[in-house]
């Protein structure tokens, strides 16, 4: 169940970060209530998962998901640029937690 609420709370972290960008530095009132209230679940379910699972780990995995996530939505969604060396840094961080993941014991 713990890392269940913590993929949640990484995909959450996506929807955030997206929201926030929509709200134009905070200055958009819906996008920055949504991106806001969004964020603060995300951590309090990031809080839950924690209670399980070690922090380095939990931690890494959340902010792994959510910059992944963002990354991606950015280039297939939002004109970010594409290339070789970008989606070969996402791929070593999706590297990293899988081995941080593996290496749990």
């Not at 709200?23 to 924690?50: K, Q, Y």
């Amino acid at each position: 169940m713990a890392w269940l609420l913590l993929v949640v709370a990484g995909a959450l972290e996506i929807a955030w970060a997206l929201a926030l960008k929509q709200s134009e530095g905070l200055t958009r009132l819906w996008p920055s209530v949504i991106g806001i209230g969004i964020a603060l679940t995300s951590l309090v379910l990031l809080g839950l998962a924690l209670k399980h699972l070690p922090v380095g780990t939990a931690y890494a995995v959340w902010v792994g998901i959510g910059a992944s996530g963002v990354s991606l939505v950015g280039m297939m969604f939002l004109g970010e640029p594409v290339s070789l060396a970008r989606i070969l840094c996402l791929v070593l961080i999706g590297v990293g937690v899988a081995g941080l993941r593996a290496l749990e014991g």
